[in-house]
């Protein structure tokens, strides 16, 4: 059974900026890819970032705000957010696909953004 465990979120003041982890409970260079969603309330969820071996996306709401990166020593996914808005505020959902197709997700971690 694979584990995510996100940290990080928190309140911000818009402009500020955040680094949210995603530890992973075994490597993850066993995962296809990685990465990060959100959910606002009363919204769908939406990408934020995901990292596949050296390539990397980016959602449209967040191109340029966001960087994504892995540290494959302590199975760790981080997502640097800067330049924070109020409607960056949701809960981040840490993500994981495996090569057999099979997802897993975090708890989530809060992120608020005051204006």
């Known amino acids: 059974q694979v584990q995510l465990v996100e940290s990080g979120g928190g309140l911000v003041q818009a402009g500020g900026s955040l680094r949210l982890s995603c530890a992973a409970s075994?490597?993850?260079?066993?995962?296809?890819?990685m990465g990060w969603y959100r959910q606002a309330p009363g919204q769908r969820g939406e990408l934020v970032a995901t990292i596949s071996g050296g390539n990397t996306n980016e959602g449209d709401a967040v191109k340029g705000r966001v960087t994504i990166s892995r540290d494959d020593a302590t199975n760790t996914v981080y997502l640097q957010m800067n330049s924070l808005k109020p409607e960056d505020t949701a809960v981040y959902y840490c993500?994981?696909?495996?090569?057999?197709?099979?997802?897993?997700w975090g708890q989530g971690t809060q992120v608020t953004v005051s204006s």
């Open positions: 075994r490597s993850i260079d066993s995962f296809n890819a």
């Open positions: 993500n994981a696909a495996d090569w057999e197709g099979l997802e897993y």
